[in-house]
């Protein structure tokens, strides 16, 4: 069964205040000499985001909707576009309990807030590690390959 998607008359989560938060996938055992054990116990974690709407009086009434039959209450996964260090992009997430809001901020103007679980965080592909500055240097390559090389 396909996933749900967020609607599109709805706007993106605010960047303002937007932060991410990993679920450590390490467990830690103090041991009696001071010195501590450590070692990964999960290789998928989820990640929360605390998010921030701010909607139109119609918009407000479009996410209640949403919230209330399109992801029952909150309780069923959809795909999201959020901004993460690898990019704008789709991510399946929840909410993680019920939102807060709607406050009225300014006339007909609502703002939601609550925390989006993500189920799995996205990182570039695990071959990148033995070339780091490739990464670093990737602006330089996209303009150096769509900009300045001739054209065929």
């Not at 706007?11 to 000499?33: C, D, F, K, N, W």
């Not at 029952?72 to 576009?81: E, I, K, P, S, V």
């Amino acid at each position: 069964m396909a996933l749900v998607s967020w609607p599109e008359q709805l706007p993106l989560p605010e960047q303002s205040g937007y932060a991410i938060q990993h679920v450590s996938p390490l467990q830690r055992t103090e041991m009696v000499s001071g010195r501590a054990r450590q070692r990964r116990v999960y290789t998928s974690v989820p990640s929360m985001v605390a998010v921030q709407f701010f909607c139109t009086e119609v918009q407000a009434q479009v996410f209640e909707l949403f919230f209330r039959y399109g992801i029952t209450d909150g309780a069923d996964w959809f795909m999201c576009t959020l901004k993460t260090p690898i990019g704008l992009m789709p991510y399946e997430c929840r909410f993680n309990g019920i939102y807060e809001g709607p406050v009225l901020t300014s006339f007909n103007k609502w703002t939601f807030s609550g925390t989006l679980e993500i189920r799995e965080r996205k990182t570039l592909d695990k071959s990148w590690i033995y070339a780091p500055q490739l990464v670093v240097d990737s602006s330089l390559i996209d303009i150096a390959l769509n900009d300045l090389w001739p054209a065929a």
